[in-house]
């Protein structure tokens, strides 16, 4: 019925049978996709967004189809939908433009579509598979300064990039927005922070596709149209693909530079990320003076004599050091014996309070068709139970660690 009046230009008329639609069945995405090219037609933009992306929020099946009242081919509901909101994006209503006054009624006559061909669902199609498009925020808006990162780095710049558009945009609170970026701000700062979460460096959604979903299931709650634990759960997948709150894997250690290049790599691209707001000062100046101290040459031992040895206690002999395999902790593996050495110093430095009196071993060992790798551990540890309370703690610090033996 509300179809119906629609086609015959009596808005107000259809906009009360959707209401009443939507109200019996917040989920009925026929009602949502009416009510929206209502709303699109009449200049109601941001009410027709909100009804297009609770019609995308819902993902219908393929064979919900729009039936069309003037015997063309019915087409799916989430393809309109989809198609009607880019319309909206890209032209000058769908970046905040003045509404169009509602007209009062339109003659239908006979053999007419109900929709002319000017009309949302006569536009090109949208390219499949792509996602909802939103409003350039002002961090990514002309004129801020173009940073130039390698690929990887790209990447990660991207991932803080979307995090703070989230919060900036009220979809992400600032607590949430300083746990997640304390659990992996690793990634920005490799010498001076805890090895953020594995795999930061790989593509990512942009910034619009992003934050529109999140727009979208957000409206489609606030409609009914899913529940809250529908949009809990994929609020969560979106947000914890993007930067994990608590990461289940950790990146390897990264190797500070090993000649004056790399150092002056490592300075620029800090730089880069001081004037892109992506590190504070503080943070800047402390990765600064790591980077520097890694490329120092080492001072001079200091020349002394060495003690005398102490003569054992009267009645005690002196105890012999032990030998044989001793308690130890497995914290890391790496491809080559030099990057096991300067992955012992970061780690050491990172975990100073856990791993400070313990010495380093490195072995190692053949693991068939994954090649060779040269495990690092720590110790020695009195015995298998300080080990795994060793292990429990760096874990607590998303650190690798198992319970190992040294001196095999």
């Given at each position: 019925m509300g179809l119906a009046q629609l086609a015959r230009g009596n808005y107000s008329m259809a906009d009360n049978y959707f209401q009443r639609a939507l109200k019996n069945n917040p989920k009925d995405v026929h009602a949502m996709l009416g009510a929206g090219i209502l709303y699109q037609n009449t200049g109601q933009t941001a009410r027709s967004r909100?009804?297009?992306?609770?019609?995308?929020?819902?993902?219908?099946?393929?064979?919900?189809?729009?039936?069309?009242?003037?015997?063309?081919?019915?087409?799916?509901?989430?393809?309109?939908?989809?198609?009607?909101?880019?319309?909206?994006?890209?032209?000058?209503?769908?970046?905040?433009?003045?509404?169009?006054?509602?007209?009062?009624?339109?003659?239908?006559?006979?053999?007419?579509?109900?929709?002319?061909?000017?009309?949302?669902?006569?536009?090109?199609?949208?390219?499949?598979?792509?996602?909802?498009?939103?409003?350039?925020?002002?961090?990514?808006?002309?004129?801020?300064?173009?940073?130039?990162?390698?690929?990887?780095?790209?990447?990660?710049?991207?991932?803080?990039?979307?995090?703070?558009?989230?919060?900036?945009?009220?979809?992400?609170?600032?607590?949430?927005?300083?746990?997640?970026?304390?659990?992996?701000?690793?990634?920005?700062?490799?010498?001076?922070?805890?090895?953020?979460?594995?795999?930061?460096?790989?593509?990512?959604?942009?910034?619009?596709?992003?934050?529109?979903?999140?727009?979208?299931?957000?409206?489609?709650?606030?409609?009914?149209?899913?529940?809250?634990?529908?949009?809990?759960?994929?609020?969560?997948?979106?947000?914890?693909?993007?930067?994990?709150?608590?990461?289940?894997?950790?990146?390897?250690?990264?190797?500070?530079?090993?000649?004056?290049?790399?150092?002056?790599?490592?300075?620029?691209?800090?730089?880069?990320l001081r004037e892109g707001g992506y590190v504070a000062p503080e943070e800047y100046e402390r990765e600064k003076k790591s980077i520097e101290a890694s490329i120092a040459p080492p001072p001079p031992p200091p020349i002394a004599k060495a003690p005398a040895p102490l003569a054992p206690a009267a009645g005690k002999e002196a105890q012999p050091k032990a030998k044989g395999p001793q308690a130890a902790v497995h914290i890391a593996s790496f491809r080559s014996q030099k990057e096991a050495e300067r992955g012992w110093a970061q780690l050491k430095r990172a975990h100073k309070e856990l791993l400070g009196n313990l010495d380093s071993e490195i072995s190692k060992i053949e693991l068939g068709s994954k090649g060779t790798f040269y495990r690092l551990k720590a110790g020695p540890l009195p015995d298998k139970a300080m080990a795994a309370d060793v292990c429990n703690k760096l874990k607590a610090r998303r650190q690798f660690c198992d319970p190992a033996f040294m001196g095999e």
């Open positions: 909100a009804m297009y992306e609770a019609v995308l929020a819902s993902q219908p099946r393929d064979t919900e189809r729009f039936m069309a009242l003037d015997g063309q081919p019915s087409r799916p509901i989430a393809e309109i939908a989809r198609q009607n909101l880019a319309v909206i994006e890209s032209g000058p209503e769908g970046l905040g433009g003045p509404p169009r006054a509602m007209p009062t009624q339109r003659p239908m006559t006979p053999g007419t579509a109900p929709f002319a061909q000017s009309s949302p669902m006569a536009m090109p199609p949208r390219p499949p598979g792509s996602m909802l498009a939103v409003p350039v925020t002002p961090v990514q808006a002309a004129g801020a300064p173009q940073l130039k990162f390698a690929d990887g780095d790209a990447n990660i710049v991207s991932r803080f990039t979307t995090l703070r558009v989230l919060r900036d945009q009220g979809l992400v609170a600032p607590d949430e927005f300083n746990a997640r970026r304390q659990s992996n701000v690793g990634a920005l700062l490799p010498l001076t922070s805890p090895p953020p979460a594995s795999g930061l460096d790989r593509p990512v959604p942009t910034t619009e596709q992003i934050v529109g979903r999140l727009r979208a299931i957000a409206r489609a709650l606030e409609m009914r149209a899913i529940t809250v634990a529908q949009h809990s759960s994929e609020r969560a997948i979106i947000l914890d693909g993007l930067m994990p709150i608590a990461p289940s894997v950790v990146a390897n250690p990264a190797s500070p530079p090993l000649n004056l290049l790399d150092a002056a790599d490592a300075v620029r691209r800090l730089e880069m």
